[in-house]
Each structure stands twice: as C-alpha cells, then as structure tokens.
C-alpha cells in the first residue's frame, strides 16, 4: 500500500525571541537572546531568577477578555499560534469537510498557573467554595486542543499529548501518522507551555536541573559547552498545520516541505536521565530515517534537543555519532534551546518550526554561548553564528524525562 504523503502547509509561534513566524526567524538567525529575569513573581527566595519569558504578548489580540479570563496562559498562547497558523496556510475554513480536519494538540504541565492560583485561594480561605469552577477546565492539558477544536470547528480527530519534553513531537508525529492512513486530511498539531511559575521553577531547582548563573543569565544557555550548568526555563507555543499532498496541491497551498518520517522509542532506563550512550535516541533516529525511506547520508541538519544539561549534551553526542557513524561529521546540528530556553512541552512543536525554516532559508541557526566546548561534544553544532548550508533533509529531535524519544524528518517537498 502507497503510503499518503505529508506537506508542512502553515505555522505559527508565540517564542520568547518573536511572537509570530517572521519575528521568531529573525532572531534566529540574529542570535537574539530571549533569556532575562523573571517579571512573574518575586524571586527572592529562588535559586534561579532567570528565564525565557514571551515578552508583549496581548491575548486580547486573539480573544475576548471572558475568554481570557477562562483559559490558563499556556491555553492563549496556544490559540494564538493556533489562528497564526490558519492565516499562513491560506485555508478557507468554509471550504474545507472539517470532519477530516483534526487537532493534536499537547503540553507537558498544562495549567500550572492556575492550579498554583487555585491551590493558593483554596488555602487560604479554606473553603471549597472559593474555588473556580472553571479551576479543571483551565488546568487540564487537553484543553488547547480542545479550544483549538471549538474555535475553528474543527470535528477529527482531537486530543492531547503529554510526554514531558518530547509532548509537541509526539502531537506532530500522531497527526502525520493519522493523515497517512487517512484518518484526517488535515491536522493542527504542536504544543504550548506557560509554565514560568514559582512552584515551577521551585521543582527544578529541587532537581538542580536549572542553570544558576544569576549574574551572567544572558550566557546561561549554553548547550554543548563545557561550563554548562542546567537548562533555561522558557515558555510559548509553536503549531503547525500537515496536509496531505494531493488536498494542498487541490486547494493551492503554500508548501513549505514534506514530513517524511517518525521514530519514537522509549529508554525503559530512569525517570531523569537518558538511557547511556543515547540508545533510545539512537533507535529513534534510525526509525525516522527508516521511515523516511531515506539514507543516514542524506541528513544535513540535526536540530538536537540540546538541553544546555551535563547528560543530555554528551548523550545525544554520543547517539548522534552512534546513529551516523563517519556521516556524523559532516552533519551540521544546533540547539536553538540556546535562544528560545527549553519550551518543555511546546519544545517539540518550536523546534520542527526552526527545522523546517531552516531548510527552507538554507541556514543553520546558531548555538548562542558555546565558547568552550565540552570535549566529549566533539560534533559541528554552528557555534555563535548562523551556518549557511543547503538543506535538503533534516531531524529535529526531542527526549522528555520518563525516556520518551521522538525524531521527526522533513525533507525539502519534491513534486
């Protein structure tokens, strides 16, 4: 059986370096820093005072102000991304059977703001009676994808991934697999996070899996390098809209490429660190490409998850020279986690969005702050500045805590 094949036809962000496509590229490719203090809550007491936070977003741009008074903020900044992602594909929503038209849609705490807000209120007046009663419907992960459903009628398939740092991977993945064995012809797929809050940034801590560097935060995501001491937290929402080829090329759409393949493995190793040598990362690579139908030398870019952490960076080195083998070195792989912070559950669905401008601008964005590298990661990772180089196939990677690992392959779309 011929397998459906499946076209990038619309995206759309909400990033701490730009909160729409163009402007997230821009800072791409001009190494902006979205990293700098908190502005959420009183830090004080905080190991870290840093983050990647979206600056000047304005929900009320996207909605009504009694729906914004209803939805967490990781819910806003998925309906924005949402309705850009609509605008840039061009689809008529009257024009299209919204039976076949579906939405996966995740995030990997969901509303942690409310929860925390609702815990507090309870708390302190010790009554149930103070709680919201749209406390659940605020706070449960799936509600993006449910109010992207509802606004733009859409009837597929719908619901929520949640696989920590690997959750917009995995909603991109279900959504090409769905259209492939027709099951939808169209999906908004991708993930959201607003998840810069005290209890938050108080667990990582915890964990000491933060970065510390108060004084120097600007140099504080710094994947690759030898000095690195934990991950930026940031927060946003990246969407994109998969097609299937012959509906896009029915309706004239814009294609920007082809997703041609998905490899999902687990690590069934430890909640926290990756399986050694990055085996889980490997296999998934390797199913991706095995998907794909294409060869290991046909990459030409690895967009890693690149976490700015002691066992990430040299793990997925590792996997990546495992996966490749000789190819490895000529690879060029950046970690746009260096501009953007590490977008959790939205991670996935931000980072297939720099993968695929990336190939269609033929430029390899940045890993900002890799002044001295780690000697254990010895790859080609565009150090400080943007990599002209044409690309034709490329991986973006994404591991979550609980050993999930998912490698999305797009290629440039050949008729």
């Known amino acids: 059986m011929n397998k459906r094949r499946v076209v990038v036809t619309g995206m759309g962000t909400i990033t701490p370096i730009g909160n729409n496509l163009n402007d997230f590229w821009e800072g791409m490719i001009n190494c902006k820093n979205g990293v700098g203090p908190i502005t959420k809550f009183d830090t004080t007491n905080f190991e870290t005072k840093f983050a990647a936070e979206v600056k000047n977003f304005h929900p009320e741009d996207y909605m009504d102000r009694k729906s914004i008074r209803r939805m967490d903020p990781f819910t806003h900044f998925a309906l924005a991304a949402a309705e850009m992602a609509m605008q840039d594909s061009g689809i008529d929503i009257e024009k299209v059977e919204k039976e076949m038209f579906g939405v996966i849609y995740g995030s990997g705490i969901g509303g942690m703001d409310t929860l925390q807000q609702q815990h507090f209120i309870y708390f302190e007046n010790k009554s149930p009676r103070k709680i919201s009663p749209f406390f659940v419907p605020m706070m449960i992960s799936d509600m993006a994808a449910g109010q992207i459903s509802i606004r733009y009628s859409l009837k597929g398939p719908n619901y929520a991934t949640t696989s920590a740092c690997a959750t917009s991977s995995h909603a991109i993945a279900d959504a090409f697999i769905l259209i492939q064995r027709g099951s939808a012809d169209i999906m908004m797929c991708g993930g959201s996070e607003a998840a810069i809050t005290e209890l938050s940034i108080g667990g990582f801590n915890a964990m000491?899996?933060?970065?510390?560097?108060?004084?120097?935060?600007?140099?504080?995501?710094?994947?690759?390098?030898?000095?690195?001491?934990?991950?930026?937290?940031?927060?946003?929402?990246?969407?994109?809209?998969?097609?299937?080829?012959?509906?896009?090329?029915?309706?004239?759409?814009?294609?920007?490429?082809?997703?041609?393949?998905?490899g999902l493995t687990g690590d069934a190793y430890h909640i926290t660190a990756p399986a050694p040598g990055g085996a889980g990362a490997v296999r998934a690579m390797k199913e991706a490409i095995r998907d794909a139908e294409v060869n290991l030398t046909d990459i030409d870019y690895i967009n890693a998850h690149g976490t700015s952490t002691q066992y990430n960076d040299v793990t997925e080195t590792s996997a990546i020279k495992t996966c490749f083998g000789e190819h490895a070195s000529k690879l060029i792989v950046s970690s746009t986690k260096s501009m953007t912070g590490h977008l959790l559950g939205a991670a996935g669905g931000v980072e297939a969005i720099a993968t695929v401008m990336a190939m269609k601008n033929n430029i390899v964005p940045p890993t900002l702050n890799l002044t001295k590298p780690d000697p254990e990661c010895d790859l080609n990772y565009s150090p400080l500045k943007p990599t002209p180089l044409k690309i034709n196939c490329a991986i973006s990677n994404t591991f979550g805590f609980g050993g999930h690992n998912a490698s999305l392959l797009f290629k440039k779309f050949d008729s």
């Open 208 to 262: 000491k899996a933060l970065s510390t560097w108060n004084d120097r935060y600007l140099e504080a995501s710094r994947p690759f390098d030898k000095d690195r001491n934990g991950f930026v937290m940031g927060e946003g929402a990246g969407t994109l809209i998969l097609e299937e080829l012959e509906h896009a090329i029915k309706r004239g759409a814009k294609i920007y490429c082809e997703i041609a393949g998905v």
